[in-house]
Structures are given as structure tokens and as C-alpha cells.
């Protein structure tokens, strides 16, 4: 990239990161120190507001960076990713949104907790939250080091290193010093930026094109260098019956994996009633469904636009595709106009990443505070004590994530929130969904089923292809590939539930009928609610 590139795209930078830090600053002055400050912002927030700040934390670097990017190498397999991530929602809206609004009050575990023995299920839970944190803070990392690789030549591994530090920085930051409030802020000035630049693009798509999405398909198809097959099903998938059960594999955990985020299940928090989060999911479903639409002609332009070859050559995982078609749709690389894109896209793409991981990482450092210091030392583990806790675990989950994010800098963002989602259905989803609709379930189930989902979810990812074994694994060098499937989920999602039923089954304590009353009650009417 020329200096005019990464001067303005610098500056742009710059001026998000002053403005998010003003208003961390600003919201800073006017909290109180209170836990439930600290995670659901006082439940102050509209629902048009919760349901921006949703969007924005939903909306992530995989969705920006990955989706159109995988389009853009894979043509019609790559829509997939959108394809999940939308219809995920639906899930979402009838089946948890509510009923998790009723009867929690900071995490996931408080909706289980609420009819089991607190202290195993609120380990157990809060294990497996943080799990899930850790592998979507990753992908996020890795978006981040992409983009400024870009931006610096696609050389710079010190670069790489530095911008993954940097965003882990300013997370923490975000998270200790703000509390959901300022997140949620962050998110909804992302969420606007992000959604007024995919327009953006995609006009200028449809433009260059004259509207004819016909003949932008044909040219993407010819530029591929696969022909038809680039616009038909099986060019990622299809090879092999390997690949058939992964993309089945990937589809349950993109579909189901939603639900179990823990960082989504926090923003149920925020607002006053279980009316108004219903209401937040329908604002956040109308701006989501929009953007992955979009994200489907972004994937496709880069693909005609750009090329498929130059996509891979620039990165091999297809990350850095909407920014080079910003640059071209500007009118190039040495063009005002294709500078100016360029750095716009660039900025919104790095406050896409910034904004998301606070979200997570606020989500997570309540899960270590809340769940497992609370459950630990229980009678020492008071509200402001646990809020001084969660802004270390900030910090620890910050330094964490930056370890891996370094590690895995060469895969897609996409793919790897693909296997975040299939960890959050295989350990998060059966035991809210068990705890919520069967009556007999009990301790030994929940916590059964955390951890029959999230212990073979991590152990099959290890033992997989994306480990080790291949080129493009992890660690290449190596061979300890057990596992075919590249994504966990069609085995470890099915476990999860497995586990939590045969927990309830050998359990010899009896389900509590009047805690599971209660409970329904309290889920459907909201009355008791936090």
C-alpha cells in the first residue's frame, strides 16, 4: 500500500480510538461501581438502542473480513457462513431471548442456577463461557493483524504482532474502565459505521455492474478460475464425503452456536423488561439480516472485481478481500478516490474489531467474576469485590487472547468463529435449553452437560486438521490428526445433549418440581425478574 494509504488510514484509526476512549471516559464519571452497572449498564438501554448494540456486537470481523472473503475464494459454499449466521437468529428470538431476560441477571449461569445447586453448575458454566470468549476473541485478533498487514505492505509480521497487542490493549481498557455501558456505546457507533460502509460498497458494486447481479455472478465465475463450478455447491465442501459431514458439521454450529454466545446472552441484560429484549432482537435481526445480504455481493464483487487469485495472494485465507475491492471500486491504488475508500473501510474494519471484543471480553471477565470467584469464595465475593475481579480477569483474558491470536494468525476469521459457535451449542445451548424446558433436570445433568459438550468440542479441535497435519494447520510441522472433520460440532453438539440426559437419568437427586415451577413461571411472565 502507497504512504497515503496507511497515513490516512492511520488517522482514521486514530480518530475512532479518540472517540471511543472519550466516551469510556465520559461513561466512566457517571457510573457508580456497582456490579449491575458494571455488567448491563443499569438496564437503561431502548430497545432500538440494545438492538444497535447487538448488531454491533454480532457483526464482528468475521462477518466483515471472513464471509467475503470465503465468497470471494469459494463462491457459493462460502455463503454458508451468511446463511447460518442469519437464520441463527430465529433461534435466538423464539426460543431463549425472553426467557433467558427472566431469569438471569448477569450471565448464563444464572439461568441454570436458578434450579440447581449454584456452586457446580456456575464452574461448569462459567468454564465453558470463557472457553467460548477465548476462541471468538481470537478470530478477532487475527482480523486485526490481517487488516494492518495489509495496510503495511503484507510483510510487516512485527506489524501483526504489534496491532494484536494494541487492540488487546484498548480492550481491556474498554472493558475495566467503561463497563457494559461504554461497550454498548462503542458497539452502536460501530454498528452505524459498519452498516453505512457495507451500503457503501455494495451500491458501488451493484453500480459498477449496471444492477445486473446476473452478470456479477458470471463475472465472478469466470474470474475464479473455476467457471461454473465456482457458483455451484461442493467447491469447499463437496469433495469427499469428509467434507460433505463438515459443511452438515458447520451448519449445525453456526445455526445453534448463536444462542450459546455468551457475550449475545449478556445484552439481554440491558434492557428494562423481557418485552423490551424481544423487541432489541427484532431491531438487531432487521440490521443483521440486511448486512449478511450484503455481505454476499461484497464476497461476489471481490471475486469479479478483484479476482480470486489476487484475493489468495494477498492473503491465503481470503481476509483482506472487501478492503482490496474498496480500493479498486475508488479507482485503484494510486487514485485519490481508491485511497480515500481504502482507508475508510480499513478504519471501519478496526473499529469492527475493537468494538466486538470488549463486548466479549466484558462478557467473559463477568463469567470469571460472577461465576467461578463468586462460586469459589462465596462469602468473601461481594459486589464490589467481584467488579474489582472482573476487570483483573479482563486483563488475564486480554493477554490470553493475544497469545493465541499471534498463534493463529494464517486462518480465516470466519473459521475460526465457526468453531467458537460450535464450542457455545456443544456446551452452552443444551443446558440452557434443558434447564429452561425439562422439568426433571438437575445438577448432575447441567453439569454433565457443560462439560459432555465443551471437553470433546476442544479435544476433537485438537485432534483435527486444523491443528495439525496439513499445510495450513496450526502447527504443520506436526502429525496428530485423529479427527477428519474440521469442525467439531456434528459430534460434540449431540454429546452435549446426550450427557446432560444421562446425568439426569443416574442422578440420585431428585429434580426440585417447586424451584422448576417457580422458574416457569418467572421465565413466561417475568415476574421476579431481575
Known amino acids: 500500500m502507497t504512504g497515503d494509504h496507511q497515513t490516512l488510514a492511520l488517522l482514521l484509526f486514530g480518530a475512532f480510538v479518540a472517540v471511543t476512549l472519550a466516551i469510556t471516559t465520559w461513561v466512566s464519571r457517571n457510573r457508580h461501581g456497582s456490579a449491575e452497572e458494571f455488567y448491563t449498564g443499569g438496564r437503561l438501554f431502548t430497545p432500538m438502542e440494545n438492538g ?109 504482532t504489534w496491532t494484536v497487542i494494541g487492540v488487546g490493549a484498548l480492550m481491556v481498557i474498554y472493558v475495566s474502565v467503561g463497563g457494559m455501558r461504554a461497550t454498548t456505546w462503542i458497539q452502536i457507533v460501530k454498528a452505524v459505521l459498519l452498516m453505512c460502509g457495507t451500503i457503501a460498497l455494495t451500491v458501488l458494486v451493484l453500480v459498477r455492474f449496471h444492477g445486473d447481479f446476473d452478470q456479477l455472478l458470471r463475472t465472478a465465475a469466470d474470474r475464479s478460475g473455476q467457471g461454473d463450478r465456482f457458483l455451484a455447491p461442493g467447491l469447499k465442501y463437496g469433495g469427499d464425503w469428509t467434507a460433505r459431514l463438515d459443511f452438515i458439521s458447520l451448519g449445525l454450529a453456526l445455526v445453534l452456536g448463536t444462542a450459546g454466545l455468551p457475550h449475545i446472552l449478556s445484552r ?61 471500486l475508488g479507482g485503484g491504488a494510486d487514485s485519490t478516490g481508491g485511497t480515500v475508500l481504502f482507508a475508510i473501510v480499513a478504519a471501519i474494519a478496526f473499529a469492527t474489531i475493537l468494538a466486538v471484543v470488549a463486548g466479549i471480553t466484558l462478557a467473559s471477565s463477568a463469567s470469571v467474576a460472577h461465576d467461578l470467584y463468586a462460586s469459589l469464595r462465596r462469602r468473601n465475593a461481594k459486589p464490589r469485590g467481584e467488579v474489582a475481579v472482573a476487570r483483573v480477569a479482563a486483563a488475564g483474558i486480554g493477554v490470553l487472547a493475544i497469545g493465541l491470536g499471534l498463534l493463529a494468525r494464517d486462518l480465516n476469521v470466519a473459521f475460526l468463529v465457526g468453531l467458537a459457535f460450535a464450542v457455545a451449542a456443544s456446551a452452552n445451548l443444551p443446558v440452557l435449553l434443558y434447564s429452561l424446558f425439562w422439568r426433571n433436570f438437575t445438577t448432575r445433568g447441567a453439569v454433565w452437560s457443560v462439560y459432555g459438550g465443551l471437553l470433546p468440542a476442544l479435544t476433537l479441535v485438537v485432534l483435527s486438521p486444523v491443528v495439525s497435519g496439513g499445510p495450513d494447520s496450526l502447527f504443520p510441522g506436526l502429525d496428530f490428526q485423529y479427527f477428519p472433520l474440521e469442525n467439531p460440532g456434528l459430534v460434540s453438539i449431540p454429546l452435549g445433549f446426550l450427557a446432560g440426559w444421562l446425568g439426569t437419568l443416574t442422578s440420585r437427586e431428585p429434580a426440585d418440581e417447586a424451584k422448576h415451577a417457580e422458574t416457569e413461571v418467572r421465565s413466561l411472565t417475568g415476574a421476579g425478574a431481575a
Do not use: H, K
Request: aromatic share 10%; hydrophobic share 55%; charged share 10%.
Open 268 to 328: 439481554f441484560y440491558t434492557v428494562p423488561t423481557a418485552r423490551a429484549a424481544r423487541r432489541s432482537v427484532v431491531w438487531s435481526i432487521g440490521l443483521i439480516g440486511g448486512f449478511y445480504l450484503m455481505t454476499i455481493v461484497l464476497g461476489f464483487g471481490a471475486a469479479a472485481i478483484v479476482g480470486s487469485d489476487a484475493v489468495r495472494g494477498s492473503n491465503a485465507a481470503g481476509n483482506t478481500a472487501v478492503p482490496l475491492l474498496a480500493l479498486d
Open 52 to 160: 444497535f448494540a447487538i448488531a454491533g456486537d454480532y457483526m464482528s470481523a468475521a462477518s466483515f473480513l471472513g464471509i467475503s472473503g470465503l465468497i470471494a475464494l469459494f463462491g457459493y459454499d462460502g455463503m454458508l457462513y451468511s446463511v447460518g449466521f442469519l437464520v441463527a437468529w430465529l433461534v435466538v428470538l423464539f426460543l431463549v431471548a425472553e426467557l433467558v431476560r427472566n431469569c438471569g441477571r448477569f450471565t448464563l449461569a444464572d439461568v441454570v442456577a436458578a434450579r440447581m445447586r449454584e456452586r457446580p453448575v456456575r464452574i461448569a458454566a462459567g468454564t465453558s463461557s470463557v472457553a467460548v470468549s477465548v476462541l471468538y476473541l481470537v478470530a478477532q485478533m487475527v482480523g486485526a493483524g490481517s487488516l494492518v498487514a495489509l495496510l503495511l505492505g503484507g510483510t510487516s509480521g512485527a506489524a501483526q
